[in-house]
């Protein structure tokens, strides 16, 4: 894959990301309800693409362990995230996930054990310049926004993770062991809050069609997709671009 290629999907991927907000703001469900479906869906639907493609689910120990807390840190950045527009709106919580780049220059480098790029830090700088210009004049939106920045340094932290796992691993194979990790994660912490129950069933079809398209189209694919093109492209870049 060239690194023009690798852009144009990126950009695809973006464009569908884009519908995650609008979709967990119709979704009438909790946040980590919410994301207990999206990660079940997704698992479902990249374990169905597995067989059908015949592509290898073998992992090993090791591996496994760097899957889960990969998997664990995507389901609290979902939680977060969709948190966030729950408490606030879908544009202010787009908005400042976009300091994801900020968080990716000063965390991709200790992930990767590279040296620090200053044009990266500035670039990110700027975006938290913007930030600031939302947080004036979105005050009573605080619990939102400060959702929404845990959401986007947890997603600097497992972009970066990734970026060092698909260097050596399937993202097909990655992709479904962090769904899978991110799952349990989520049904324990739903168990132990008395909420792994059959209300988590108790939706309308309009639900369960929106959440279909989440899990399936907006993570299953995309989640995947976006891990393939970090073998050309940088956590940064990926940031970057993802802030449009």
């Avoid at 000063?106 to 830090?121: D, G, N, S, Y």
Wanted: charged share 10%.
């Amino acid at each position: 894959m060239t690194r023009s290629r690798a852009l144009l999907i990126l950009h695809i991927t973006v464009f569908i990301w884009g519908f995650t907000g609008i979709l967990g703001n119709e979704i009438s469900l909790p946040s980590n309800q919410l994301v207990w479906w999206r990660m079940l869906i997704a698992a479902v639907a990249m374990l169905a693409w597995a067989l059908f493609s015949k592509k290898s689910l073998q992992v090993q120990p090791r591996e496994l362990l760097s899957y889960i807390g990969v998997g664990l840190l995507t389901a609290a950045h979902w939680i977060c995230f969709f948190g966030s527009i729950k408490a606030s709106n879908v544009s202010t919580a787009l908005a400042v996930i976009s300091t994801t780049s900020f968080f990716v220059a000063f965390v991709a480098p200790f992930i990767r054990k590279e040296k620090f790029l200053w044009f990266e830090v500035i670039l990110g700088v700027l975006v938290v310049a913007g930030l600031a210009i939302i947080f004036k004049f979105e005050s009573d939106k605080t619990l939102g926004i400060v959702l929404s920045l845990c959401a986007a340094l947890l997603a600097a932290i497992f972009s970066s993770w990734n970026s060092v796992l698909v260097k050596t691993y399937p993202p097909t194979k990655m992709a479904f062991y962090e769904m899978l990790a991110g799952f349990v994660g989520v049904s324990i912490y739903l168990m132990f809050n008395d909420k792994l129950d059959s209300s988590l069933f108790a939706i309308s079809g309009y639900d369960y069609f929106l959440l279909a398209i989440l899990g399936i189209v907006a993570t299953a694919f995309a989640y995947i997709v976006s891990i393939e093109v970090m073998k050309i492209l940088s956590p940064f870049t990926c940031a970057l671009t993802i802030n449009l």
